[in-house]
């Protein structure tokens, strides 16, 4: 059983969950965990995928947007709204609106929730559902 963890934005910003993604992830990466982030559109992914160009003077994330073809490069970080590959399922960073495919295989899944009313519904559903599953979780407010 995975350990969930959530963040809770105290913010309505959709630029500010996105940049506090983009901290997650650059954390994974340097603690060499290449993770997956589930998204809900492409242009979800696109937007996070410049973001993390650009969210820090200095920092490199290798990254891509996966669209069902395994990546060549297998140290990197892969966006996607599809289910995990094999391989990058040891840390899912959940910003997409439903639970991550087989979720109860992953390592860790990180849930950030901002401050928007749909935001704190679809988190409260997703602690319950980890919850009666038996995930151990831990909550973060930011």
Known sequence: MPEVVFYVLGT?????RCFFACRLIEK???NNQFCYVLLDSP???QRLDDMLWTFRAGSFIPHQIFT???PEMTLQV???TVNAPQG???VVVNLSSKLPHRWQDVT???EIVDNREASKIIGRQRHTAYKQAGATIATHKI
């Open 88 to 90: 990058w399922q040891n």
């Open 28 to 30: 994974a990466y340097r």
């Open 43 to 45: 242009e979800e992914c």
């Open 78 to 80: 892969l966006l996607g």
């Open 108 to 110: 860790r899944v990180l």
């Open 12 to 16: 309505e910003s959709l630029y500010d």
């Open 68 to 70: 069902d073809t395994l």
